[in-house]
């Protein structure tokens, strides 16, 4: 049985920083590409971060670019999720989610990817 475990979350205040992570297991995803997603009360699910499979290629919305970084970890089959000068606009739950095609280079549409996490609830205080 496949799971995506994120951890990490938490309440910080504006211009903080926080680290997800997303612990795999029950298959390696180290040749598929993966990703987090974000979803606010009241709002659809939103793109936040993907990788590649191979790590080299990573792509972010403008909401968070040059704030948050996107990084794996193949050995641990791990995903992390750096988040930098975080504003009160980033609090939501975050996903992390993974696609089961090998050699992805991953996706903006949550539609692409086949597992999900159950989410970490991140706060950010004014």
């Known amino acids: 049985q496949v799971q995506l475990v994120e951890s990490g979350g938490g ?25 987090w997603f974000r979803q ?15 790590g ?3 792509d972010y919305p403008n909401s968070v670019k040059g704030r948050f970084t996107i990084s794996r970890d193949k050995a641990r089959n791990a995903l992390y999720l750096q988040m930098n000068s975080l504003k009160p606009g980033d609090t939501a739950v975050y996903y992390c989610a993974a696609d ?19 989410g970490t609830q991140v706060t950010v205080s004014s």
């Open 11 to 35: 309440l910080v205040q504006a211009g903080g920083s926080l680290r997800l992570s997303c612990a795999a297991s029950g298959r390696a995803f180290m040749r598929s590409a993966m990703g």
């Open 40 to 54: 606010a009360p009241g709002k659809e699910r939103e793109f936040v971060a993907a990788i590649s499979w191979s």
């Open 56 to 58: 080299s290629s990573t």
């Open 100 to 118: 089961k095609e090998e050699l992805s280079s991953g996706s903006r549409r949550s539609s692409r990817y086949d597992y999900w996490g159950q």
